[in-house]
């Protein structure tokens, strides 16, 4: 689950990182009245930053300075409420819905600071670099050896050595050391704590009178671990997701929208990337990501039809499943009365494999419907992508 930098922000001061003052806006009375106060209360400028779930907001016209609080309002007032458009949002762009109207910093250094899980290792890594400011991405293919890394050992938890460490590396002055330190320890034990997956600085600045501070803030958590913390869950955003994985999500659906035509429903992460790496090989493209899970009722599989259906662009229905906790025969009559109940146009292929395969395929030849079955994931993939152009 995504969230916005505002909300990182309050987290992350909970546990000692230092965030620049500012506050949330959600209408232009609220910015104003925000900028009115970090002025009075003696800021030199002020930041209007758009709150969307994507990276790249600077770039796209959501982040302004302002030396005036005249300048702050006009800002304001021309952010909240566009689309803004980002290498990250797509062409489509994200409406911006609420601003953080923050104090200007005085910078005198950009870094950058990250922590994510190394899935070769099964560790945690904590990540710095000079190269703040940047896509991190674009420096680790370009200049790998810019960034600097701490393997975590999950028994023995981010040591202070390791943190003055990371703290040298990216040339921090001696009277900075310590409370790097502290800030890169507040870090790691506000991702362990609130079961993240994410955590991200960019920048993680020094000011010119050498303070540090967290300029701009990403957290992203766990779904599986929200049963822990209501109060994290509860700053879920759903107006910046898909419409259609929101619905999916109230059905213990895993949904993916993507930009193909073909919609694929599956049992299994590993087989939904299987089945769109062979609609593409088979000269297709895949409409979503969509898997069922193990133990899909004809109630979810109905509701995966209608959520598959409602995107436009869905031209044939790959249902390809190997059945294990969800018997064929189960998957097969769910297909049957989903098509009959939403009277489906689309052509639905089948790949089935698995635990009462007979008796699935048995179903779908007694239903009358035109489904079409494929034997092998290859076979089946090519009737998907031919169904598609007709």
Known sequence: MKIHEYQAKEILAKYGVAVPRGEVANTLEEANAVARKLFAEGASGIV????????????????????????????????????????????QGQKVQRLLIEEAASIDRELYLGIVLDRAKGELVFMASQAGGMEIEEVAAKT??????????????????????????????????????????????????????????????????????????????????????????????????????????????????????????????????????????????????????????????????????????????FINIFGGILRVDRLAAGVVAAARNLNVKVPIVLRLEGTNVEEGRKILAASGLNFRVGETMKEAAELAVKAAML
């Open 144 to 317: 790998p050896e810019a960034i600097f890394k701490e393997t975590i050992d999950p028994a023995i938890g981010f040591g202070s050595w390791q943190a003055r460490k990371l703290a040298f590396a990216l040339g921090l002055g001696p009277r900075q050391i310590n409370a790097a330190v502290a800030f890169f320890q507040g870090l790691y034990k506000a991702f362990i704590e609130t079961d993240a997956s994410l955590v991200e600085i960019n920048p993680f600045i020094t000011t010119t009178d050498g303070q540090l501070f967290a300029l701009d803030a990403k957290i992203n958590f766990d779904d599986n671990a929200l049963f822990r913390h209501a109060e994290i869950k509860a700053l879920r955003d759903t107006a910046e997701e898909d419409p259609l994985e929101v619905e999916a999500s109230k059905f213990a659906l895993n949904y993916i929208k993507l930009d193909g035509s073909i919609a694929c429903m599956v049992n299994g992460a590993g087989l939904a990337m299987a089945t769109m790496d062979i609609i593409q090989y088979a000269g297709g493209s895949p409409a979503n990501f969509l898997d069922v899970g193990g133990g899909a009722t004809q109630e979810q599989i109905e509701h995966a039809f209608e959520i598959l259906l409602a995107d436009s662009h869905v031209k044939a229905i």
């Open 48 to 91: 209007v930053k758009a709150q969307i779930h994507a990276g790249g907001r600077g770039k796209g016209g959501g982040v302004k300075l302002a030396r005036t609080r005249e300048e702050a309002e006009l800002h304001a007032k021309n952010i909240l409420g566009m689309t803004l458009v980002t290498h990250q949002t797509g062409p």
